[in-house]
């Protein structure tokens, strides 16, 4: 009996550690993509400047800072000063999008404006199996959000 019990509390311990590790991967990709995109301002689309960045640019290296993070189970929304947003719903559906971000409609692009880069990803748990009197579940799921915000710095 105390067998069943030890092998329940393994599984949601190594369980909640995974989840947990997702989540603090998933808050620095975030993080990092915010980062990376604050200094692909107005100044970078001036005339001999090739320094701005796609969507799709973004999304990747969101995807690449995401180690573990598998990019069919990530949303990504990108938000601009203005409230214009872009959304990646998975993740990797905005790999080949060539849009520059952020735009410069709105002075968006402008330095001193602020850009948010959220996220959210859809992580199932086998906790729920463990749930007596539950009868017969699926795989329990919850979405696990980030967003960071970051002014364009030139």
Not at 76 to 84: E, Q
Not at 85 to 103: D, G
Not at 121 to 147: C, E, M, N, R
Request: proline share 6%; glycine share 8%.
């Amino acid at each position: 009996m105390a067998g069943i019990a030890a092998i329940c509390l393994l599984i949601s311990t190594v369980s909640l550690g995974i989840g947990m590790w997702n989540y603090h991967t998933l808050a620095y990709a975030v993080h990092e993509g915010t980062r990376y995109t604050s200094v692909k301002g107005k100044n970078c689309t001036l005339p001999g400047n090739t320094c701005s960045v796609s969507v799709g640019t973004i999304a990747q290296k969101i995807a690449s800072v995401g180690v573990g993070l598998p990019p069919d189970k990530v949303n990504l929304t990108l938000t601009t000063a203005s409230g214009a947003v872009t959304s990646c719903v998975p993740l990797n559906s905005c790999y080949t999008n060539t849009t520059i971000w952020p735009p410069a409609t709105n002075s968006d692009n402008k330095v001193s404006s602020n850009i948010t880069i959220s996220a959210s990803y859809h992580f199932q748990s086998p906790i729920l199996f463990f749930w007596p009197g539950a009868g017969k579940q699926d795989v329990g799921s919850i979405w696990l959000p980030a967003s960071s915000t970051q002014q364009i710095l030139f």
